[in-house]
């Protein structure tokens, strides 16, 4: 059974920093290329970054870019997103994505 499980999510300041985790299981996590997804309150899903399989070649929509950056540990089966310079509009649920399956979300609140 493939299991994507989130974590690190929060309340934070503008300007401030979070990681985001996502622990993979169920599949080739190595062979995997994974995703980063958003959906803001009242918003449709936004695609923010992708990290092919081999951990090089990395993706990140206009919105994120110079900000986010994703990151992979194929030993431990984990895809992280290091957020910075956190801005009220990154409120959201995040959601890890590989292929046709989806973590269960966790909450980033960017607040003052």
């Known amino acids: 059974e493939v299991q994507l499980v989130e974590s690190g999510g929060g309340l934070v300041q503008p300007g401030g920093s979070l990681r985001l985790s996502c622990a993979a299981s169920?599949?080739?996590?190595?062979?995997?290329?994974m995703s980063w997804v958003r959906q803001a309150p009242g918003e449709g899903a936004e695609w923010i970054s992708a990290?092919?399989?081999?951990?090089?070649?990395?993706y990140y929509d206009d919105s994120v870019k110079g900000r986010f950056a994703i990151s992979r540990d194929n030993a431990k089966n984990t895809v992280y997103l290091q957020m910075d310079d956190l801005k009220s509009e990154d409120t959201a649920v995040y959601y890890c994505?590989?292929?046709?399956?989806w973590g269960q979300g966790t909450h980033v609140t960017v607040s003052s």
């Open positions: 990290i092919a399989s081999g951990g090089v070649v990395a």
């Open positions: 169920g599949f080739s996590f190595g062979s995997s290329d």
């Open positions: 994505n590989m292929g046709p399956f």
